[in-house]
């Protein structure tokens, strides 16, 4: 839930009043200019994530700024989905680690053939 959502980033960011305005949170408040020097964004995020959202509001930067972006959706899945896939977690979770796992080694079978 969002609340809880809420809670964390309290914890974790020491000046929560004012992190609705700050771009090192919420990389979609960078200028442009920043933004077109990332490099190829992939997206996974589930349906039930508070912040499902905030990704289709980035990707449509993105792709409005000519970036290559892709955003993945997994259905029922909420955020913080890849901690679950554990003895007494959620075993539905275990293809969305499956997945980023197979992107990470994409990701790592294209610089090693780059360089």
């Given at each position: 839930?969002?609340?809880?959502?809420?809670?964390?980033?309290?914890?974790?960011?020491?000046?929560?009043?004012?992190?609705?305005?700050?771009?090192?949170?919420?990389?979609?408040?960078?200028?442009?200019?920043?933004?077109?020097?990332?490099?190829?964004?992939?997206?996974?995020?589930?349906?039930?994530?508070?912040?499902?959202?905030?990704?289709?509001?980035?990707?449509?930067?993105?792709?409005?700024?000519?970036?290559?972006?892709?955003?993945?959706?997994?259905?029922?899945?909420m955020?913080?989905?890849?901690?679950?896939?554990?003895?007494?977690?959620?075993?539905?979770?275990?293809?969305v680690?499956?997945?980023?796992?197979?992107?990470?080694?994409?990701?790592?079978?294209?610089?090693?053939?780059?360089?």
């Open positions: 839930p969002f609340t809880l959502l809420e809670l964390c980033l309290k914890e974790y960011i020491k000046d929560y009043e004012h992190s609705e305005i700050d771009p090192l949170i919420h990389p979609i408040l960078h200028h442009d200019e920043m933004l077109k020097l990332l490099p190829p964004i992939q997206i996974v995020v589930g349906d039930q994530d508070p912040i499902y959202d905030e990704c289709w509001r980035f990707l449509h930067k993105m792709l409005k700024l000519g970036k290559e972006v892709d955003l993945t959706i997994f259905k029922d899945m955020h913080g989905c890849l901690n679950f896939d554990m003895i007494m977690g959620m075993p539905e979770a275990h293809h680690v499956k997945y980023c796992a197979d992107l990470i080694n994409k990701l790592a079978v294209k610089k090693q053939t780059q360089t």
